[in-house]
């Protein structure tokens, strides 16, 4: 059974609460479950991880390798500039795919640049906690048994 990890950074623990109107009104919460129940669906094993803290976000990747087929990751405000997470996905080199609620093109000028997904297979961004599911399935395609 492949197994992804999901991670979470900077102020993801407040979905349902921080500016609805850009993420809206699901939890952390309620799209983990929304997530499991695709990797049910699937026929792939799901874990999360959520953290505010930059270097906690990068031990998790560390940790992956070996664990995990893959991650999907939302890094928040971590995207426009940790070199630090970057390189992390990079000595790794799992697949990883990064996804954004919302869509960060049509945003502030400083989200339009995301220094992270150098070191992904791809970026799904502005189709809300559905983002999550499409970047499940293509993690699933692209990790082969």
Excluded: W
């Amino acid at each position: 059974m492949k197994k992804f990890l999901v991670i979470n950074g900077v102020n993801l623990n407040m979905l349902g609460v921080r500016e609805p109107g850009i993420y809206g009104t699901d939890s952390l919460k309620s799209l983990e479950e929304r997530v499991r129940a695709k990797a049910a669906e699937l026929g792939a094993e799901v874990e999360f991880f959520q953290s505010n803290y930059e270097g906690a976000i990068c031990e998790a990747i560390q940790n992956a390798l070996g664990v995990y087929d893959g991650i999907i990751m939302n890094p928040g405000a971590f995207t426009h500039y940790s070199y630090a997470i970057r390189d992390a996905l990079g000595s790794v080199k799992l697949p990883a795919i990064e996804v954004h609620i919302s869509n960060i093109h049509k945003r502030e000028e400083f989200r339009h640049h995301s220094v992270t997904v150098y070191e992904c297979v791809g970026q799904i961004c502005g189709l809300g906690l559905k983002g999550y599911e499409l970047a499940l399935e293509a993690l699933c395609d692209v990790v082969k048994d």
